[in-house]
């Protein structure tokens, strides 16, 4: 397991994940990993190609390519396209003290197994709005085009 921009880095470097043993939690390949085997001289191959500009990432760019969309990735992009023209785009800032809450956070850290991974914000966000949804079910509506409503 790595994260995407450690991915990338390694990538850039020329560097074959699969010589790089993992120090994070799972195994995981942290940033720090990274870093031991790029000075410890480990074996490098070239960079995947991902498209015909993957050899050489700082070439100026002339024109437009465009690249066919296929697949799952075709109906995501149709169905955000039609979301977008379709729904009330609706967003919503709020700046909290988050203090306590990451006293909790670290509290239940410290107890949880070495392997398993910490716990981020987002459960107990998702935790906080399950709870006080229904106090404000504007946030929560279901637009029916077929209906022409909100429900």
């Known amino acids: 397991m790595v994260s995407p921009a ?57 024109g437009t390519e465009e690249v066919k969309i296929i697949g799952l990735r075709r109906v995501i992009a149709e169905r955000l396209t039609e979301s977008a023209r379709s729904i009330p785009q609706y967003s919503y800032v709020e700046e909290c003290d988050l203090t306590r809450l990451e006293g909790l956070r670290k509290h239940l850290n410290d107890r949880r197994p070495p392997a398993a991974p910490p716990l981020t914000f987002l459960p107990f966000i998702v935790a906080a709005l399950a709870r006080v949804l229904d106090k404000f079910p504007q946030c929560n509506a279901l637009y029916d085009s077929r209906a022409r409503r909100a429900r």
């Open 6 to 62: 450690s991915r990338r880095r390694a990538v850039e470097a020329g560097l074959d994940l699969s010589t790089v043993t993992g120090t994070g939690p799972a195994g995981r390949i942290e940033p720090g990993d990274i870093d031991s085997a790029l000075a410890a001289g480990a074996a490098r191959g070239a960079p995947p190609s991902m498209n015909a500009r993957a050899n050489a990432p700082h070439a100026p760019r002339n």
